[in-house]
């Protein structure tokens, strides 16, 4: 004899949405989800341009920060030296930067864009700015610019020294 269906009770029919009140009101688990939302559109528009999101920041930041070291560079990013030793090694070797023994400071290397890399952040940027502002953003409700520039205020208060709020 067949076993008799379970009953459905209203905790538990499919339809219904998952209670995450206690997450919600999580700060990381907020975060966490708002980041694996958009980082599927990031790295649509970074693969454009053979770059992964790692190499793009590194890229970046190098722009905005000519000559930065490379201990500087993996303190702003919180990555290891090894790690970020692998990490330039690779991105040296696909033409997109150059280290250079800093003439003030023979220990430490400064870090320099090459035209390919220059140009690959400049694409990639553009690419994202668009991304991230326009429809298909990775957001289901996109946000309004002054939504989008108190997130940003936010969440810069979370991780940023204080003097650089």
Do not use: W
Not at 33 to 61: C, D, G, W
């Amino acid at each position: 004899m067949p076993a008799a269906p379970a009953k459905q009770s209203a905790r538990t029919r499919p339809q219904d949405p998952v209670n995450q009140q206690v997450l919600l009101g999580l700060l990381g688990y907020n975060c966490l989800q708002a980041y694996l939302s958009l980082v599927p559109v990031t790295k649509k528009q970074l693969a454009k341009y053979s770059l992964r999101p790692v190499e793009f920041t590194v890229l970046s930041l190098i722009k905005a920060n000519p000559d930065i070291n490379q201990k500087r560079l993996g303190t702003t990013l919180n990555i290891s030296p090894p790690n970020l030793a692998t990490l330039l090694d690779r991105m040296e070797t696909g033409g997109l930067l150059l280290r250079q023994r800093n003439p003030l400071d023979r220990r430490s290397q400064s870090l320099a864009l090459t035209s390919t890399g220059a140009a690959a952040c400049a694409k990639a940027e553009i690419a994202l700015e668009k991304a991230e502002n326009g429809p298909g953003s990775g957001s289901r409700q996109p946000l309004a610019e002054h939504e989008r520039l108190e997130l940003l205020r936010l969440l810069q208060k979370v991780f940023l020294p204080p003097a650089q709020n």
